[in-house]
């Protein structure tokens, strides 16, 4: 199974921008259907964030982060972005990525997380 790690996270004011990373080790992207990023927030459920397909052709974002967020891949370096620009308060929780089903809704593997807070 892969392993996945994630870095980037911090606090940040609103408005700002942070980039993820989430390295994988174990296995390569391509083993998995697709890959994605979500996020939780305390008291509140896990949120898809974003997600790539292994082709790593076609994203797919939550509406909520559309416009705002870009993600992308290295295969060479077996590593997933997530690029976070005008971050909101409301973007605050701990993200982690996670190998997933083609539809983002099963988690093969994931990460144990970054935090990310967006200061007002």
């Known amino acids: 199974q892969v392993q996945l790690v994630e870095s980037g996270g911090g606090l940040v004011q609103a408005g700002g921008s942070l980039r993820l990373s989430c390295a994988a080790s174990?296995?390569?992207?391509?083993?998995?259907?697709?890959m994605g990023w979500f996020r939780q927030a305390p008291g509140k459920e896990r949120e898809f964030v974003a997600g790539i397909s292994w082709s790593g052709v076609s994203g797919s974002y939550a509406d909520s982060v559309k416009g705002r967020f870009a993600i992308s891949r290295d295969s060479a370096k077996n590593t997933m972005y997530l690029q976070m620009n005008n971050l909101k308060p409301e973007d605050t929780a701990i993200y982690y990525c996670a190998a997933t089903n083609s539809a983002y809704n099963v988690l093969i593997s994931r990460g144990q997380g970054t935090q990310v807070t967006v200061s007002s």
């Open positions: 174990g296995r390569t992207f391509g083993n998995y259907p697709a």
